[in-house]
C-alpha cells in the first residue's frame, strides 16, 4: 500500500513560482513511476511530469516544458515539482500519483497510476 500526501499549493500571481511536495510511504524494495497530474474543474485530468524512482527517467507534458522540474529525494521519500514562470492556464487542483514500475517509459507514464494523493490547489492570477 502507498500513500501520498501533497503540500505546498497556494495562489501566486502570473510570472510566480510554486513547489510542491509529495511525501511518499511506500516500500524500500519496490519501485513507482512517480508523477504530477492536474486537473481543472470540468476537464479531464492531465499528465504534468513523471520520474522513476528506479532508473530516474524524466517526462514532461509539452505545456510545461522549460518550466516545470520534477525531483525525488530517497533519502525523504518524497517527490517535488518545482514551478516557475506560472500562468492562469496552469490554475488547477494538482494530484501526486504512482504507479508500480521500475522505471517511467515516454509513452506509458501518463497511465496506469495505481495511487493517487488528495490533492493540492494552485491558482495562478493574471
Known amino acids: 500500500q502507498v500513500q501520498l500526501v501533497e503540500s505546498g499549493g497556494g495562489s501566486v500571481q502570473a510570472g510566480g513560482s510554486l513547489r510542491l511536495s509529495c511525501e511518499v510511504s511506500r516500500s524500500v524494495n519496490i519501485n513507482y513511476c512517480m508523477s504530477w497530474f492536474r486537473q481543472e474543474t470540468g476537464k479531464k485530468r492531465e499528465g504534468v511530469a513523471a520520474i522513476g524512482t528506479g532508473g530516474g527517467s524524466t517526462f514532461y507534458a509539452d505545456s510545461v516544458k522549460g518550466r516545470f522540474t520534477i525531483s525525488y529525494d530517497n533519502a525523504k521519500n518524497s517527490v517535488y515539482l518545482q514551478m516557475d514562470t506560472l500562468k492562469p492556464e496552469d490554475t488547477a487542483m494538482y494530484y501526486c500519483?504512482?504507479?508500480?514500475?521500475?522505471?517511467?517509459?515516454?509513452?506509458?507514464?501518463?497511465?496506469?497510476?495505481?495511487?493517487w494523493g488528495q490533492g493540492t490547489q494552485v491558482t495562478v492570477s493574471s
Open positions: 500519483a504512482a504507479k508500480v514500475a521500475h522505471d517511467c517509459w515516454p509513452t506509458s507514464w501518463s497511465l496506469g497510476v495505481n495511487y
